[in-house]
């Protein structure tokens, strides 16, 4: 089966080194993850990883920074929904950096990384 398991939840003992670097058309998306913190810790990935399905991570990393913010809160928790807008935003558009800030609300504390320079120069304004 040509399938990929996008993890919404990567907990802090599993390390998914493979970033999505981009969507086929003729492939199988499985996005899970969540139970994985809440239930069973790596349900998702040890079942995926049984089965021989890859399993990737979305590119927050490469193209996203912390935003700072004055409680330092950031979080790369995705609901279902998040994650399916932002590998059809890729799709569609075929760049990451729109597909993430499409995808990612600002409350979860990251931004692109080349909006870095300007949010220096321009902080947002806080609440």
Known sequence: MNAFLILTV???SIVLSDAL???EEDKVYI????VDETIQKKISYTRAK???????????????VKRPNPKNFHSKILAINQVFEILL???????WIKALTA??????GYMVASAVSTDIINPPEEL
Request: negative net charge.
């Open 10 to 12: 990567i907990g802090a």
């Open 103 to 108: 995808g990612i609300p600002p409350g979860k």
């Open 89 to 95: 935003t890729f799709r569609d558009t075929k760049d």
């Open 50 to 64: 049984e089965l021989g399905i890859r399993t990737a991570r979305l590119p927050i990393d490469e193209y996203m």
């Open 31 to 34: 996005l899970g993850g969540l």
């Open 21 to 23: 670097e981009y969507v």
